[in-house]
């Protein structure tokens, strides 16, 4: 399967992320790149919830929303822009609860730029 259409079926609104830079598919997947720098720079794991200070966890959640939103990886922008309402609001249990749905999701797009990128 070719690497847009594999991200389509994925949930990612590739047309719209292209028409971010201008129509340049090459410049978009290079930009997918570098969320995946950006995933591996800003790790969240399931742990980050539990504890009392969760300070440095939204602010990761909050680029990585962002990471998502520029490139239109709506199904990881809409995910993280909840988990972000929910630590704002103190809400960490349910936070971790939809970042643990998140996690594969986040998963399965990562891989598959990075097999993409590989080829």
């Known amino acids: 399967m070719e690497f847009m259409e594999e991200l389509k079926r994925l949930g990612v609104n590739v047309q719209e992320g ?9 410049l978009y997947q290079m930009m997918l790149g570098m969320f995946v720098d950006i995933v591996s720079s800003n790790p969240v794991q399931t742990e980050d919830f539990d ?3 969760h300070e440095e966890l939204t ?3 909050h680029t990585l929303k962002g990471a998502a939103g ?4 709506l199904p990881l922008f809409t995910r993280y822009t909840e ?3 929910m630590l704002r609001a103190g809400r960490i249990v349910e936070a971790k609860s939809a970042f643990v ?3 594969p999701i ?3 797009i990562v891989d598959c730029i990075r ?3 590989n080829a």
């Open 18 to 26: 292209v028409d971010r830079v201008v129509g340049d598919e090459a």
């Open 51 to 53: 504890g009392e200070v």
């Open 59 to 61: 602010e990761r959640v």
């Open 70 to 73: 520029n490139l239109s990886i």
């Open 83 to 85: 988990i972000l309402a």
């Open 101 to 103: 749905e998140t996690e």
């Open 106 to 108: 986040q998963r399965n």
């Open 115 to 117: 097999r993409y990128q």
